[in-house]
């Protein structure tokens, strides 16, 4: 192999080693963006569940409501 080709075969594999270099920190990102987005999730659900304990909570102290003033003439 002559010189001229070993060093545009080293320049190409610098090229892609530097390709794959930015694809990792990409990756990381990604990563980090990632986990960020699952914590805000798991956040929403535990407020939604806290949402629907209340909603819960609400929906029997009405109904005890009715019921103690009689108005209790359908089932909801």
């Known amino acids: 192999m002559t010189d001229e080709r070993a060093d545009l075969m080293l320049e190409i594999l610098k090229g892609i080693q530097s390709d794959v270099a930015a ?4 990756q990381v990102s990604q990563g980090i963006r990632l986990l960020a987005l ?4 798991r956040g929403l659900v535990g407020t939604i569940y806290g949402i629907q304990s209340d909603i819960a909570d609400l929906k029997m102290r009405v109904d005890r409501i009715e019921k103690r003033l ?3 003439d359908t089932e909801h």
């Open 23 to 26: 694809i990792k920190r990409e």
């Open 70 to 72: 009689g108005l209790m």
């Open 38 to 41: 699952e914590d805000h999730i």
